[in-house]
């Protein structure tokens, strides 16, 4: 193996992986954060504060009542369910959303004109915005929109009658649908990362395969999705931090309903907040912290450790 | 080459993964700020005179609107920079819980029109927030019933420029004539309307609620409950601790809206309509009965226009064994305090203007019921506005809310849930019990 003698540096002018020295990197460090500190670090240390106290828009003043929030939250927010709401939406969410988009990306891989335009397609809900595309969606699944118009044109004529299903009324599938939704919404963007990542496979490995008689299906399943192991990581920490976050296609599609079927930690972040109790609310935006935390760092490392023994 | 590439992702994709925990933890509260900071107590009176003022430094004043808002209701805010050369920043808040999270994060605009019953106003905490209008011209001006209305903690903190919105059904005359049906007297008589409606004509709903917005649900509920509340006594037990939400005073109202929904009596997609389809529903004969207010009426003829609505929807007070009719001071104006002199000063000189110097144009654009002393009702208010008023007339009965001195919380989600089949009215009943002991003991109300 070819291995360079490298001239002993001192640890002063050590130079990190990308050759910058020590200086030059906190240099390179000090815009981020410049802008993560004060916009972020500090608001967050303050809303950790928050939920501690009692503060409302009801009362002049507030003091510090420890965990009590959280404990409020738990007697009587319905705080279990909501946090199993939003897991469930979150799973469903990447499941949907990395399935289908893999499956894309895989068909749309080779960037013909074809693939080319239908990748701009796909691409298109990710460049409305969010409530822009949750109106469409909520029109379109109204029980006199489009969908139940299009399945009427087969049950009127089988004598059925008029299909009038309220699709987001229904308060089993509802949470499915709105997930369904935000995959639509963004998984564009998991699409075109995949694409990227296949892209990325070195030719010459697809190509010793080719010769070693491998078929497409072969190709795929043993050297193109091992090594996509970076997409997948960062695809599945995207869709489920994205997805553990979501509420502004919830607010248009359902308002959180019928009966909260759809609602989630944000939604009664956003819910406690207009309501005027402050504390209450930082206090279960601290539980979404907590609960990204919980989910993404193990997926993460589990997914590098996976990455590197492959 | 591969092991650059990855290298190259591991950067983007830790990167990343930080900068998205980030975005996902920051969601939902914002950066804290004293509520002590909300200003000083209220700033000197100062004499108020619509004409500009010479020496008056030119501010411009933030106001908070409806989005609802007629050419009327915008003329009057021209008319006001017109008059007084103060020009007007206007701001639309989408609703009132857009409202309370814009407040929660500290905003105070100098004037903002808002709900003016004492359960919405508790959540202003308006002693601390904002200015007492108790001496202004324009409060003893106001109809004497109105300046009763309008006191909390003896302090006028809100004027009101609309007539209280009345709250009663709303139904469709054709399929009414067609049916042969009279106008309700009782919710017996609504439930046999229904049953009439079902077995004639298929097709129409008996009644519509767009229950996906949530709100539209309560006002059944609301005007049932009137009767049993009528001498006010129920409603300062709620807040002497003395009553509940879960009394059978509360609960008749919330057991017939489920009596309504069990029955079929609204429309299929109760639990997804909008307000909006809602208020579209009579006039096009897709419904017959709606339970909400005069302000369902006022969408209505912005909509479809006077002659539409009055030819084809009526109104009729209603509740549980009698017409009485509801009514809530929503359409208020209050007057933060923004810790600015002379904002605060241009706030209650812009109050003052609407209310007396610039209110008979106003009343007569806006064509309602006025609610100052010495201004004479338009010639063309139309039908339905009339009929509401004189159903309040006869026998108004102030609604919950006007009284109340806590938050309860979500009222319209929890019989939202109730028509899922998710809550029991008892279980309705106690979720706004839970929201006002927590609401009350935040105020700090004797007994909680």
Not at chain 1, 79 to 108: H, K, P, S, Y
Not at chain 1, 158 to 165: A, I, N
Request: proline share 6%.
């Amino acid at each position: 193996m070819y291995s360079p003698r490298l001239p002993a540096l001192t640890s002063k002018d050590a130079r990190g992986p990308i050759g910058l020295r020590r200086g030059e990197r906190v240099l390179f460090l000090l815009p981020a954060f410049a802008l993560l500190v004060p916009f972020y670090i500090i608001p967050n240390v303050l809303n950790f504060a928050v939920s501690l106290t009692n503060w409302s828009t009801f009362a002049s003043r507030f003091h510090f009542i420890g965990l009590d929030n959280f404990a409020d939250l738990a007697a009587t927010g319905g705080l279990w369910d909501v946090i199993g709401r939003t897991i469930v939406f979150a799973v469903a969410v990447t499941l949907i959303e990395n399935v289908v988009a893999l499956g894309l990306a895989v068909v749309l891989e080779e960037p013909s004109r074809v693939n080319v335009t239908l990748r701009a397609v796909f691409f298109i809900p990710v460049l409305i915005s969010s409530l822009s595309a949750a109106y469409v969606a909520r029109g379109m699944l109204d029980p006199t929109g489009p969908v139940n118009q299009a399945i009427s044109a087969v049950t009127n004529p089988l004598g059925l009658g008029p299909f009038t299903f309220s699709w987001l009324g229904d308060t089993n599938l509802v949470l499915f649908l709105v997930a369904m939704i935000h995959a639509w919404k963004w998984g564009g963007t998991v699409m075109l990362i995949y694409i990227t990542g296949l892209a990325a496979v070195p030719r010459e490995l697809l190509d010793a395969g080719r010769v070693d008689g491998a078929t497409s299906w072969q190709l795929l399943r043993h050297v193109k999705l091992p090594l996509l192991g970076p997409a997948l990581t960062f695809n599945l920490t995207l869709s489920l931090i994205g997805a553990l976050g979501a509420f502004d296609t919830i607010l248009v599609l359902t308002h959180g309903g019928p009966a909260r079927a759809t609602e989630v930690i944000n939604f009664n972040v956003w819910r406690l907040f207009s309501q005027g109790y402050l504390g209450e609310s930082a206090g279960l935006s601290m539980v979404l912290f907590v609960l990204c935390v919980l989910f993404a760092l193990p997926l993460i490392i589990s997914l590098r450790r996976r990455e590197v023994r492959l | 080459m591969g092991t650059l590439r990855q290298g190259l992702w591991r950067r983007v994709a830790v990167f990343a993964t930080a900068a998205i925990v980030a975005a996902c933890s920051s969601s939902g509260s914002p950066t804290p700020s004293s509520p002590a900071s909300a200003g000083p107590s209220a700033a000197p009176s100062v004499a108020v005179s619509a004409a500009p003022s010479p020496s008056a430094a030119p501010v411009t004043l933030t106001v908070w609107g409806s989005p609802d808002w007629n050419a009327a209701q915008k003329a009057e805010l021209q008319a006001f920079t017109d008059t007084t050369g103060i020009k007007v920043n206007l701001e639309l808040p989408k609703d009132q819980a857009t409202v309370i999270a814009k407040w929660s994060a500290g905003e105070r605009p100098d004037v903002m029109f808002y709900f003016a019953d004492a359960a919405h106003l508790v959540a202003l905490n308006p002693a601390q927030n904002l200015q007492d209008l108790s001496n202004e011209p324009f409060a003893a001006q106001q109809l004497p019933s109105i300046q009763a209305a309008m006191k909390f903690d003896g302090k006028t903190y809100a004027a009101l420029w609309i007539t209280p919105y009345v709250f009663g059904m709303l139904y469709n005359k054709a399929i009414f004539t067609e049916l042969g049906l009279q106008p309700p007297a009782n919710f017996n008589d609504v439930l046999a309307i229904c049953k009439t409606i079902k077995a004639k004509k298929p097709d129409v709903a008996p009644v519509f609620a767009g229950g996906g917005d949530m709100w539209p649900l309560q006002a059944v509920v609301i005007e049932m409950n009137l009767d049993g509340e009528r001498d006010g006594s129920w409603i300062n037990g709620l807040n002497t601790a003395t009553s509940k939400f879960t009394d059978p005073a509360w609960l008749q109202g919330v057991q017939d809206l489920k009596q309504l929904v069990d029955g079929g009596c609204y429309n299929k997609d109760l639990l997804t309509a909008t307000f909006e389809q809602e208020s579209h529903t009579l006039t096009t004969g897709k419904a017959a009965m709606i339970f909400n207010n005069t302000y369902e009426a006022g969408v209505m003829l912005t909509n479809d226009g006077a002659s539409k609505v009055d030819s084809t929807v009526g109104f009729v007070g209603i509740s549980q064994n009698s017409n009485a009719a509801g009514f809530q001071g929503s359409a208020g104006i209050e007057a933060p305090k923004t810790g600015d002199p002379a904002h605060e000063a241009a706030a209650r000189q812009m109050i003052n203007f609407y209310l007396i110097d610039g209110y008979k144009t106003f009343i007569n654009a806006y064509n309602d019921t006025p609610v100052m002393q010495g201004v004479d009702a338009p010639a063309g208010i139309p039908q339905i506005l009339k009929d509401a008023n004189a159903a309040y007339l006869k026998d108004g009965v102030p609604i919950f809310s006007q009284g109340l001195r806590a938050d309860y919380g979500d009222f319209a989600t929890a019989l939202n849930q109730m028509v899922a089949g998710k809550l029991t009215p008892e279980q309705v009943g106690q979720a706004m019990q839970a929201s006002l002991e927590k609401s009350a003991k935040a105020i700090g109300l004797p007994g909680y």
